[in-house]
Nanobody, 123 residues
Framework: QVQVVESGGGLVQAGDSLRLSCEVT????????LAWFRQTPRNPREFVGE????????YYSTAVKDRFTISRDDTRSTVWLQMSTLRPEDTAVYFC????????????????WGQGTQVTVAS
């Protein structure tokens, strides 16, 4: 059974930084497309960003581009979401997801999901 576990959420002030971690075990981490989604009142599964297998090429939504950075370490089976210049509108439950698909941002194509971690940005 593949397990996905996020951590690092919390309460921060606007302008602060926060790093979320996601460990994926029970499978071949290096073969996975890894993505971050967030649940907000506007969208129950809003795409945040992703990192491809083989080289870790990253893509981001326009809402977080230039503020968030995704990285991965295949030797540690971990992917991170580094968030900076946080805004109240970034408040959401953040989910880590893994897929054997090479490239997609369709939530339905991600086979493995974490439990979510709450990020709250106060003004």
């Amino acid at each position: 059974q593949v397990q996905v576990v996020e951590s690092g959420g919390g309460l921060v002030q606007a302008g602060d930084s926060l790093r979320l971690s996601c460990e994926v075990t029970g499978g071949t981490f290096s073969t996975y497309l890894l993505a971050w989604f967030r649940q907000t009142p506007r969208n129950p599964r809003e795409f945040v960003g992703e990192t491809l297998r083989s080289g870790g090429t990253t893509y981001y939504s326009t809402a977080v581009k230039d503020r968030f950075t995704i990285s991965r370490d295949d030797t540690r089976s971990t992917v991170w979401l580094q968030m900076s210049t946080l805004r109240p509108e970034d408040t959401a439950v953040y989910f880590c997801a893994a897929s054997t698909t090479y490239y997609t941002r369709d939530p339905a194509a991600f086979e493995y999901w974490g439990q979510g971690t709450q990020v709250t940005v106060a003004s």
